[in-house]
């Protein structure tokens, strides 16, 4: 009969131990749940902190470029006024000069071929190329006609003389070469 109790208090013992291993299960997810809800809670703000910290890092990235691209346009536009000072300090040499002798004439004649020069490698050094056409064959995407002339001694469709000279950037057109093209000579047909 001790066998019997034995095994009544064994299936006892085995069913409180069942039972209270259901509780626990019952209060572990529950546990676990909340424990993983907290986690997620914290990743979320280490997430939201790192993003705040990136938009800043992308805002000062942004201010040092705008700041960099102007500090190399006021660096640019610096040096090309620092190659200019000698033009304009050459063209006010020349307004000084007296030109009521052929002589003085000539000095001054002189400083403005000088002043050319100095505005002529200026433009070289800032890659601009100049347009003076004469004796080309016409090209559109160059040139400007003004005017068309017949002229026996050029063949038809070549420049006979540049009005305006034309300027090129880098190959981009800034202002076409203004030019008098030879036309076709019309004969004059007489009937009698």
Do not use: W
Not at 71 to 97: H, K, Q, T, W, Y
Request: net charge negative; glycine share 4%.
């Amino acid at each position: 009969m001790e066998d019997a109790n034995n095994s009544d208090a064994s299936v006892s013992s085995d069913d409180q131990k069942k039972n209270q291993t259901e509780e626990q299960q019952e209060t572990e997810p529950v546990l676990t749940l909340e424990e993983e809800l907290e986690k997620a809670k914290e990743k979320a703000s280490e997430n939201y902190d790192q993003m705040l910290r990136l938009q800043a890092e992308i805002e000062n990235i942004r201010k040092r470029t705008l700041k960099d691209i102007e500090n190399a346009s006021r660096g640019s536009i610096e040096r090309v006024i620092m190659e200019l000072l000698p033009v304009l300090d050459s063209f006010d040499l020349g307004l000084d000069l007296e030109t009521e002798t052929i002589e003085q004439y000539k000095i001054f004649k002189e400083g403005q071929v000088a002043t050319l020069k100095l505005i002529t490698s200026l433009l070289e050094k800032l890659s601009i190329e100049i347009i003076a056409p004469v004796e080309m064959k016409y090209d559109p995407e160059l040139h400007e006609v003004i005017s068309l002339q017949e002229d026996g001694s050029v063949e038809p469709g070549y420049i006979i003389q540049v009005v305006q000279k034309g300027y090129r950037l880098r190959g981009r057109l800034l202002r076409p070469a203004r030019v008098i093209v030879s036309a076709e000579e019309q004969e004059n047909k007489s009937s009698t």
